[in-house]
């Protein structure tokens, strides 16, 4: 990734490392664990680096469209997308806006670190991160950790009773 690190999250999943991949990798289960995609629009590719896609989105009350392009696919261990267009504003605000899901082994199923990537584009940017922008993001890629836990050991069937 070609942003500055901003968030990084971290979550322990009750699920085997390719059950969670399996989730990740497959776009059309985007909508169903992933708290701000209301849809997704298109996917242009079979999957892997280069793949795109485009999500309707609903950031915090904010809806538009995304257009995300894969630029790290490692089945099993990681994926990584940066966003190549949206109707949103991100774009004007900031440059090399981008995220990782890695996966690794954990104590009891697999952990899920999440990492987003971006740097301001001006002053003005500079400061809205440093006043909300990095906080919005923050929630946001908890309630995606969130989502994709929830999702996956529901599907995995080991979610808690």
């Not at 298109?42 to 309707?56: A, E, H, I, K, Y």
């Not at 257009?67 to 190549?84: K, S």
């Amino acid at each position: 990734m070609n942003g500055k690190q901003q968030v990084s999250h971290t979550r322990e999943i009750a699920a085997t490392r390719s059950a969670v991949w399996a989730v990740i990798a497959d776009d059309s289960l985007l909508p169903q664990w992933v708290p701000v995609v209301e849809t997704l629009a298109s996917v242009d590719g079979l999957g892997g680096v280069g793949t795109s896609r485009t999500c309707r989105v609903d950031f915090h009350g904010r809806t538009g469209t995304m257009t995300e392009r894969c630029v790290d696919f490692d089945p099993q261990r990681r994926a990584g997308y940066v966003v190549v267009d949206d109707s949103l504003g991100f774009s004007r605000l900031l440059r090399d806006y981008g995220f990782t899901m890695t996966l690794d082994d954990g104590p009891v199923g697999c952990s899920l670190r999440i990492d987003t990537y971006y740097t301001p584009r001006s002053l003005v940017a500079h400061l809205m991160n440093r006043v909300f922008l990095r906080r919005q993001m923050r929630k946001t890629v908890r309630r995606i950790a969130d989502g994709l836990k929830t999702f996956s050991e529901q599907k995995a069937g080991s979610a808690p009773r």
